[in-house]
């Protein structure tokens, strides 16, 4: 009978670096192709966040407006003669800008 010689199978340094290299290389790809795409959603939502400011500076721009009409002298004295007050400019005081 003839001996059966089994050689050993060495492990190579340079056969774990490939290995090693490869999976690298497929980490760092799906590492970037998800950042990519973080990157991309989170730009997206600035943009909305954005867009809901511009509108919410534009409502309040206009509710600015409306309280300045409101608050207007004549509107004032429209609301008190109707409620039946009248003014009396004896007890109305003007005070001078201290310059």
Do not use: H
């Not at 008190?80 to 005070?95: D, K």
């Amino acid at each position: 009978m003839a001996k059966i010689i089994r050689k050993k199978r060495t492990l190579r340094i340079e056969r774990v670096a490939i290995v090693l290299f490869v999976f690298a290389c497929g980490l760092s790809l799906v590492s970037s192709l998800f950042l990519r795409s973080y990157n991309n959603s989170l730009s997206m939502q600035v943009q909305k966040m954005e867009t809901e400011i511009a509108k919410l500076e534009t409502a309040n721009e206009a509710a600015q407006v409306a309280i300045q009409n409101l608050s207007t002298k004549d509107r004032v004295l429209t609301v008190a003669t109707e409620e039946g007050l009248t003014m009396n400019s004896v007890n109305v005081v003007t005070i001078a800008g201290g310059e």
